[in-house]
């Protein structure tokens, strides 16, 4: 069914958008809502059509079809308004009259290869952190391995017992004693 209207409808595409000059049929209170709804309705209608014919339409890889849509040709205004210029402060008034410049932070930022980031030349989390002495800076060490190697050591430089069978002249052990002692200085 051709629709014939005095004017055409103006299109869009851009806002996906459709504006219907020509003056709503009248209407009493009763079918206000049937007239809107079928002008609504013409109007969709209208705007899928043009969709369709004029946009073109490609395929994506997932199988959806997509129409890409052309430039705006409605300028849309601002929710807000430009904002203003902000005055500059005593302080930047004073710089600009007395030729003051900011430092540069050129050169405190190094590009680290093995993280792929800019990383500080040095200080918290710098490019010399990274690795080498500061990154080792604790060790764990095998308590029972340190002990026998000084346990050998020992042996070998004094011949006879074993360091842990060297008893107090009173039946004691050696070791224990001492033990004993640091803890009652501790105290």
């Not at 996906?16 to 079928?38: F, G, I, R």
């Not at 410049?101 to 990383?119: I, M, N, P």
Request: hydrophobic share 25%.
């Amino acid at each position: 069914m051709a629709d014939t209207k005095a004017q055409p409808y103006v299109f869009d595409l851009g806002h996906m958008l459709v504006t219907d000059p020509n003056p709503v049929p009248s209407y009493t209170d009763s079918t206000k809502e049937a007239v809107l709804t079928s002008t609504a309705k013409d109007c969709a209608q209208a705007l899928i059509n043009q969709l369709l014919t004029a946009c073109p339409i490609s395929k994506a890889d997932d199988g959806a079809f997509q129409i890409t849509l052309p430039a705006p040709e409605t300028h849309l205004p601002r929710e807000k308004p430009v904002p203003k210029e902000k005055e500059k402060t005593k302080w930047e008034k004073f710089a600009e009259k007395k030729g003051i410049k900011g430092k540069r932070k050129d050169g405190k930022l190094q590009y680290d290869e093995v993280k792929g980031d800019w990383v500080p030349k040095y200080g918290y989390k710098g490019k010399s952190a990274a690795g080498g002495v500061e990154a080792d800076w604790i060790m764990e060490v095998d308590e029972k391995a340190e002990r026998k190697k000084a346990e050998e050591e020992e042996s070998q430089k004094r011949p006879g017992k074993p360091s842990y069978q060297k008893k107090n002249p009173n039946g004691g052990d050696v070791e224990r004693r001492d033990r004993k002692l640091k803890a009652r200085k501790g105290k």
